[in-house]
C-alpha cells in the first residue's frame, strides 16, 4: 500500500510530460498503480470480508431484493462479467464497459450497488475501457454461471430462482445483454423507386456472443415479449441475434435504446 505522499511524487512526475514507463521505472511502481491513481488517488477504504449472511446460502434461500436491478446485471454479467476470487475479500464481480458509453458504467455500477448486500462498487480504467468492480463473498451464490474457464466453453443455464426474476422482468434482463454484448445501428439498403434506384435507411439491433446457451437465453426472452428476431450467420457463424422488423425495432427502443 503506498502512501498519499508517493502517489503524489509519482503523479507530478507525470504531469511534467514524462511516460509512465519512464515514471515508472524511476520509481518502482507500476504503470498500472500509477494509472490508476489518475482517476483516483485516494486508497480504496479497507476491504471487510462481509457478516451478513447470504440471502441464497442461508437456511432458506431468498431472490435478491432488488430483482429489476438483478436481472439487469444478471444480463450484464453474461455478456462482459466476470467473477475472480481473492483471499481476503471472497469474489470480484467485474463488468468491462467501453470509454465510449459512460452512462452504461452509471447504470452497472448502480445495479452493482443495488444487488450487492454491502453495497460496494467502485471503477478501474484499464486502456480503453473501465472496469466496474464490487467485491463480496457470495457472488458465486448470486451468479451461480460462474465456474472455470470461458463462458462459451461450458453450459450457461439459469437457476429456477433466476429465470423466475427473468420472467418477471424481462426487458431489464435484454437490457443488460444489449448494452453488454449488442448494439443499435443504422443499416442501409438500396432499392428501386420509379425506376431510379435510392439508399434507404433503417435502425436494427444486434446481439453478439460466442456462447450458444446465452444466445438462446436471449432469443428465448425475446419471444416471451414478442421481438421477432432472424439468425445472421457469418463464415458460417451464428454469433449474431439481428432485431430489424419495424416494430419489433419500436419496442426495443422503448425499453432498451441506443447505448449512452
Known amino acids: 500500500m503506498y502512501d498519499i505522499s508517493t502517489r503524489k511524487r509519482a503523479?507530478?512526475?507525470?504531469?511534467q510530460g514524462r511516460s509512465l514507463n519512464s515514471v515508472s521505472k524511476e520509481t518502482g511502481i507500476s504503470r498500472a498503480a500509477i494509472r490508476s491513481w489518475q482517476v483516483r488517488i485516494e486508497p480504496l477504504p479497507?476491504?471487510?470480508?462481509?457478516?451478513?449472511?447470504c440471502i441464497r446460502c442461508q437456511c432458506a434461500p431468498e431472490p435478491p431484493e432488488n430483482a429489476a436491478a438483478y436481472s439487469y446485471l444478471l444480463g450484464l454479467y453474461l455478456g462482459d462479467g466476470c467473477i475472480s476470487a481473492?483471499?481476503?475479500?471472497?469474489?470480484?464481480?467485474?463488468i468491462a464497459c467501453a470509454d465510449t458509453w459512460p452512462g452504461l458504467m452509471?447504470?452497472?455500477?448502480a445495479a452493482m450497488r443495488a444487488v450487492n448486500p454491502t453495497g460496494n462498487a467502485y471503477r478501474v480504467q484499464a486502456?480503453?475501457?473501465?472496469?466496474?468492480?464490487?467485491?463480496?463473498?457470495?457472488?458465486?451464490c448470486l451468479f451461480p454461471q460462474h465456474g472455470p474457464g470461458k463462458k462459451h466453453e461450458r453450459a450457461i443455464n439459469l437457476?429456477?430462482?433466476q429465470q423466475h426474476i427473468v420472467d418477471a422482468y424481462p426487458w431489464e434482463f435484454i437490457r443488460g445483454l444489449i448494452h453488454s454484448d449488442g448494439c443499435r445501428i443504422t443499416n442501409w439498403t438500396t432499392r428501386l423507386v420509379a425506376g431510379e434506384r435510392k439508399r434507404y435507411e433503417y435502425?436494427?439491433?444486434f446481439f453478439t456472443n460466442v456462447s450458444a446457451d446465452i444466445r438462446q437465453l436471449c432469443t428465448d426472452t425475446l419471444d416471451k415479449l414478442g421481438?421477432?428476431?432472424?439468425?445472421c450467420t457469418r463464415n458460417g457463424i451464428p454469433f449474431n441475434i439481428s432485431i430489424a422488423r419495424k416494430a419489433s425495432v419500436a419496442q426495443m427502443d422503448a425499453h432498451v435504446g441506443p447505448k449512452h
Open 203 to 205: 435502425p436494427r439491433y
Open 11 to 15: 503523479l507530478a512526475l507525470v504531469s
Open 86 to 94: 481473492h483471499p481476503r475479500t471472497g469474489h470480484y464481480l467485474r
Open 159 to 161: 437457476a429456477p430462482w
Open 227 to 231: 421481438v421477432e428476431w432472424t439468425r
Open 46 to 53: 479497507r476491504m471487510q470480508v462481509q457478516a451478513s449472511p
Open 127 to 140: 486502456q480503453g475501457y473501465v472496469s466496474v468492480v464490487s467485491y463480496s463473498q457470495h457472488w458465486p
Open 106 to 109: 452509471d447504470a452497472c455500477e
